[in-house]
């Protein structure tokens, strides 16, 4: 994979020369980006090897002594007591080391193909792949405010992934669009990732027939390579606390028995649904993500999953999840190690806030976050842009805010060069005491590169910002939404296969009645 594949929305570049074409050259609509991160710097671990032995060992414990519920599927007790598991009524006692023992089949990484091959991304490891927003069913922005969220503004928001350079992933729900019914805007929403984006992408997973409608239209889009290889990430939550109801269950085997990843994850605010405590939210998250990705194995040894945590505290006055909060980091960087002593890549993190407006608010707690996740080993980082008031809303200008900073973690990972060029020996001894570097041959040959300069954020003098009506963030990102999706171009796509895609949807959709409920 080259280190920034750069696409031209209009097709292949041409021959050509003079300062005509280089003009035109600069205001061509091109789509630029960056491969998935490698990171080159250490991981935070927090906890030594005894806490992290007390922690599984306490899981080990959990699963034994207490056990978790497979709600309404029998299917599933059937496998867990084949398995060697204690299984009473519709909860499931598992015997000490079986949850681990089963999760030593799944890949400790797997790679997710997208319709355009550089798009493709590897999960585990020292990686870090980043996806938008997911779930949301309203939307803000700055013309219209706060309001329920449509099927234009879902395809909007795949449009602003699509540009976005730092941005891997075109993600799934971006927002929940609920002018369509709910037992048909999934067939939408996968069309517009498929059509509008050439990024990988995730399933539907809110009914198992959902998740086959999203393996058949892959096959669709990718034929017969679906299966032995993997199109789909989707993201399966655990009812917590030690809950696994037959709806994500049911679409957690649909995309295992055809090989596609799912992410099995807790969706945890501590103090509701977890223990208050750091270690005690440690040793639930580890019991039950355990139990998801082992029971993902019994359907498929083999199968991709990733260790998932999604973990927030709560305001304790008005019970109000709360974002960006140093208990929430220290999680996710427990999680993040026992995750890797299983040998599984990790999910966590994203740019989360409870601010309802992409304000200073939103700032500090999105930051917090996305550091934490960036140190913490995350490989797969969904809600990486976009997020507000505590996942209600899928902002635009958040979107954009976070896409451009998302920029910071690709080179905070690089660490430091410590190359001939890096150490700068060179202008150190032509500067000399008392000189400038502004001119010198190090500083002429690096000056392109050797800072991240953001796409959005403002720089200039004062003088100059007032002169332009003295925008602040709110506005300078509304305008670059605005601009990027007046030159949104879609990425070419085989014409046959875009109607087959089409008709699937269409007669899918004929095949039943709505249903908004």
Not at 208 to 228: K, N, Q, T, W, Y
Not at 371 to 385: D, I, P, R, T, Y
Request: some cysteine; glycine content about 10%; overall charge negative.
């Amino acid at each position: 994979m080259s280190d920034v594949a750069e696409v031209s929305a209009g097709g292949r570049r041409g021959r050509s020369g003079g300062g005509a074409a280089r003009r035109a050259e600069r205001t061509a609509v091109r789509v630029e980006a960056a491969p998935f991160i490698r990171r080159r710097i250490p991981n935070y671990e927090i906890l030594d090897e005894d806490g992290l032995a007390l922690i599984e060992a306490n899981a080990e414990r959990v699963l034994e002594e207490i056990g978790v519920r497979f709600a309404e599927n029998p299917e599933a007790l059937r496998l867990w007591k084949d398995a060697g598991a204690d299984v009473r009524g519709d909860r499931v006692h598992l015997p000490k080391g079986l949850a681990r023992r089963l999760c030593a089949t799944a890949p400790r990484d797997y790679v997710q193909h997208a319709r355009n091959p550089e798009r493709n991304v590897a999960i585990g490891g020292k990686g870090l792949v980043l996806a938008p927003v997911y779930g949301p069913p309203f939307v803000r922005d700055m013309e219209n405010g706060r309001r329920y969220a449509t099927m234009e503004d879902f395809r909007n928001f795949v449009k602003l992934g699509y540009q976005s350079k730092w941005l891997h992933h075109s993600g799934g729900t971006v927002c929940e669009p609920t002018d369509i019914a709910v037992n048909k805007r999934h067939l939408d929403m996968l069309l517009a990732h498929m059509t509008l984006s050439d990024k990988p992408f995730m399933g539907s997973v809110t009914a198992p027939e959902r998740a086959a409608d999203s393996v058949e239209m892959c096959r669709i889009l990718f034929g017969d390579r679906v299966g032995p290889e993997c199109f789909m990430t989707s993201l399966i939550n655990i009812n917590s606390p030690l809950v696994f109801d037959a709806t994500m269950m049911g679409a957690l085997e649909v995309y295992a028995k055809a090989g596609q990843a799912v992410i099995v994850s807790p969706f945890i605010v501590g103090g509701a649904m977890a223990p208050v405590s750091v270690a005690g939210t440690l040793t639930q998250v580890l019991a039950e993500a355990m139990t998801g990705i082992a029971y993902a194995q019994l359907i498929n040894p083999g199968c991709p999953v990733i260790f998932g945590a999604f973990v927030t505290s709560i305001d304790m006055n008005s019970g109000a999840p709360t974002f960006g909060t140093p208990e929430a980091s220290k999680i996710l960087w427990g999680a993040g190690q026992l995750a890797r002593r299983l040998n599984l890549p990790f999910r966590s993190g994203g740019a989360l806030c409870g601010s309802k407006l992409p304000d200073a608010q939103a700032a500090y707690e999105s930051a917090n976050t996305l550091q934490a996740a960036l140190l913490g080993g995350v490989n797969f980082m969904l809600h990486a842009c976009g997020w507000l008031e505590g996942g209600l809303v899928s902002g635009y200008e958040k979107f954009v805010l976070d896409a451009d900073q998302l920029g910071v973690l690709h080179s905070l990972a690089e660490g430091i060069d410590l190359s001939e060029n890096g150490q700068a020996m060179e202008a150190i001894r032509e500067v000399g005491p008392g000189g400038h570097y502004l001119g010198c041959a190090h500083t002429q040959a690096n000056f392109k590169t050797a800072f991240w300069r953001t796409e959005l954020l403002d720089y200039r003098p004062f003088e100059a910002w007032a002169e332009a009506g003295a925008p602040d963030s709110m506005a300078l990102a509304n305008a670059r939404v605005r601009k990027l999706l007046r030159d949104y171009e879609a990425p070419g796509l085989d014409e046959g296969t875009a109607e087959a895609l089409r008709d699937y949807v269409a007669r899918r959709k004929a095949s039943e009645p709505d249903a908004f409920g």
